[in-house]
């Protein structure tokens, strides 16, 4: 009974590469939402997704930053040009969006980049 | 105004004390209520999840939800060093996004 799977846990990249961090979400749920947490602040919401389908992007940075869910295989949020302002930890959460678990949210992780 | 607001803290108190934790929110539209538990560098952990108002009770926690006047609570009876953490109070409508407050952080103290 797998919870929610991120990795890579840690990654360090140079400014102008790309990061690429991947969700797996829970057995049995296919809503998957990307957060930001930087250091002593809150989690700000990223992307809502579903399978194939954006719903919510309304707090995605407008360059350099997407977000897809494919058919098959895990959520991937994409950073590319990546500068030292995107270090922060990025978590994944997933729930079921039926019945009456609607609203829980379970989190994984998160993957913690680092920018030099 | 943000719509959940949250007070920060640093909040610490001895061990075996209960715990009073808040928030209050602006949008009327929120139907669940959440609060989550974040050890440092690890994922947000749901502790407690409510639907509507009412209170709701689980071991040594409380969660209650007062609609009318926008503000939900956690209480933590007989805390333990292990409870120091953060907490981070969420709700939603629907299947939209869970808004946070910017979480407490709590000390218990032995």
Redesign the interface.
Known sequence: NAG?MQNPRHLVRRRGQEARLRCSPMKGHS?V?W?RQLPE?????MV?LQKENI??E??MPKERFSAEFPKEGPSILRIQQVVRGDSAAY?C?S?S?AG?T?????????S?LTVL | QKEVE?DPGPLSVPEGAIVSLNCTYSNSAF??F?W?RQYS??????LM?T?SSGNKEDGRFTAQVDKSSKYISLFIRDSQPSDSATY?C?M?R??????????TRLTIIP
Request: no cysteine; hydrophobic share 25%.
């Open positions: 929610v809503h939402y957060y602040e809150g989690l700000k919401f809502y719903i919510d309304s707090g978590f959460a729930s969006g009456s609607t609203g829980e949210l379970f989190f994984g992780e998160g913690r | 949250q139907q669940y959440m989550y560098r690890k994922g947000p952990e749901l999840y639907y981070l969420a939603r629907g299947n939209e996004k869970l808004t946070f407050g910017t979480g």
